[in-house]
């Protein structure tokens, strides 16, 4: 996949992804980097991992920098921040790209503690350290953005009622945003092709990767799909602040927000 940001377009930008260690997070900062931007890398617990992706962008002459941070922590999520501004000062694209709540072992209100209460704690505490006129970017799924519309798999509800919590709980900071000339934009995608969620929603329910690909046409693979989520954070914020990726055919329209 070539990236859709030119080299050089962002140098002298400073990029925070979430859960970047890794899949769509990991090629995100990838092209950021690779346009230039001084990138920072957040792991949960893979540090080894984290470590990898910055190895790679630093020995093609970009700049990156690993923080570890449990995003339902507010100790941890305050000493990325600090860490962020010594290395390289105030942010100018936050991606909100971690997310989770199908780990067994999390507890019962794990989703909604990450996917909700996180987000805004995260944007909250991001805002001192974010220059005016930047732009915060929220990834998300169609299974999730459309979830009061259009019912998806018994196996992702919990995840997927507690993503779109998080994302109408994000919609309402943005008057707050609007404030500092910062954007806002959701990216909402379909099935992900070679990512942990549809690999775990595909082993719970055998054949959900190809069903939802024959409803679709096609899937974005991580790649593609890491590629429209840097586009979201460059390119004139959407009236709705919405960028939908992917076939919409199957889901209902959301009233206008």
Do not use: C, W
């Not at 509800?157 to 779109?164: D, I, M, Q, T």
């Not at 099935?191 to 775990?200: D, R, S």
């Not at 989520?229 to 709705?240: G, K, Q, R």
């Amino acid at each position: 996949m070539t990236n859709p940001l030119a080299i050089g377009s962002l140098a002298g930008k400073n990029v925070l992804v979430t859960g970047s260690s890794r899949g769509i997070g990991a090629d995100t900062v990838g092209y950021f980097a690779s346009a230039g931007a001084r990138v920072v890398i957040n792991y949960r617990e893979k540090e080894a991992r984290a470590a990898k992706i910055r190895d790679g962008i630093v020995s093609n002459g970009g700049e990156a920098i690993i923080v570890g941070a449990d995003l339902t922590n507010l100790q941890d999520v305050s000493r990325m921040f600090a860490e962020v501004d010594a290395a390289f000062g105030k942010l100018d694209i936050l991606v909100m790209n971690a997310s989770g709540g199908m780990e067994a072992s999390m507890g019962e209100d794990y989703a909604m503690r990450l996917n909700r209460d996180s987000q805004v704690s995260l944007l909250t505490a991001a805002l001192p350290h974010m220059a005016d006129s930047s732009r915060v970017v929220f990834v998300t799924s169609h299974q999730a953005h459309f979830i009061n519309t259009t019912p998806t798999m018994p196996e992702y509800v919990p995840v997927a009622l507690s993503k779109r919590a998080g994302e109408d709980a994000l919609r309402q900071m943005i008057s707050t945003l609007d404030e500092r000339g910062i954007g806002f934009v959701v990216v909402s995608g379909d099935m992900i092709e070679g990512t942990i969620t549809a690999t775990l929603l595909n082993r719970m329910s055998p054949g959900a990767i190809e069903a939802r690909k024959q409803a679709a046409g096609r899937l974005y693979n991580v790649a593609e799909f890491a590629a429209e989520i840097v586009l979201a954070a460059v390119e004139p914020v959407p009236t709705n602040h919405t960028r939908l990726v992917g076939d919409t055919s199957d889901f209902a329209p959301i009233p206008e927000q």
